[in-house]
């Protein structure tokens, strides 16, 4: 089965720094584009970024919500990506998911939370 | 940036009836060499991620009830469940994956009338 598994939220104080985890299983993870997706309490749906495959050169794209503040990697011999995320800000606040799609289905995390407050 | 316009933002449907929403793009998720449709659609309860129903349109998820069903193509598209059931009390979503940002409709809010 297809697992993804986020880690790493928290609090943090704003202009903290964290990195969040995503743990992958059951699927071609060296060869799939990882996306990160956030959702704010209450709010909808929003994109922060992804990060594609060795064979598209690790190609990232941000949000510009979070451009120059966050930095999506990845370490295919883990089957795990990072979100690095810097300067936080309240507005940071949200749950976290990562999630893939490909020609077949869309699989997503269940997220994890990060608190950014004083 | 894609726009994703859904409506209603909310609506309320008597168990058994038809719910319907509605979903404008605003442009074309219509990718030629392929004719697929980069649109999928979401049902998200509280506390739980995004659940897949629809995917290209129109492609029903496994396991997913054939109540559910997806319509349009290019910039116009419809999420319909022909038989509301309470557990199909949710928020859904649309989102396109035509081109980055990925971007999601506000959400619909489905609850019993």
């Known amino acids: 089965d297809v697992l993804l598994v986020e880690s790493g939220g928290g609090l943090v104080q704003p202009g903290g720094s964290l990195q969040l985890s995503c743990a992958a299983s059951?699927?071609?993870?060296?060869?799939?584009?990882i996306h990160w997706v956030r959702q704010a309490s209450g709010k909808g749906l929003e994109w922060v970024g992804r990060?594609?495959?060795?064979?598209?050169?690790?190609?990232?794209a941000y949000a510009a919500s979070v451009k120059g503040r966050v930095t999506i990697s990845r370490d295919d011999s883990k089957n795990t990506a990072h979100l690095q995320m810097n300067s936080l800000k309240t507005e940071d606040t949200a749950v976290y998911y990562c999630?893939?799609?490909?020609?077949?289905?869309?699989?997503w995390g269940r997220g994890t939370l990060v608190t950014v407050s004083s | 940036d894609i726009v994703m316009t859904q409506s209603p933002d909310s609506l309320a449907v008597s168990l058994g009836e038809r719910a319907t929403i509605d979903c404008k793009s605003s442009q074309t998720l219509l990718y030629s060499p392929n004719n697929k449709n980069y649109l999928a659609w979401y049902q998200q309860k509280p506390g739980q991620p995004p659940k897949l129903l629809i995917y290209?349109?129109?492609t029903r998820e496994a396991g997913v009830p054939d109540r559910f069903s997806g319509s349009g193509s290019e910039t116009d598209f419809t999420l319909t469940i022909t038989s509301l059931q309470a557990e199909d009390v949710a928020v859904y979503y649309c989102?396109?994956?035509?081109?980055?940002?990925?971007?999601f409709g506000q959400g619909t809010k489905v609850d019993i009338k």
């Open positions: 990060i594609r495959s060795k064979a598209n050169v690790y190609g990232t």
């Open positions: 290209w349109a129109s």
């Open positions: 999630t893939t799609i490909n020609d077949y289905s869309a699989y």
């Open positions: 059951g699927f071609a993870f060296s060869a799939s584009t």
């Open positions: 989102q396109q994956y035509y081109t980055t940002p990925w971007m």
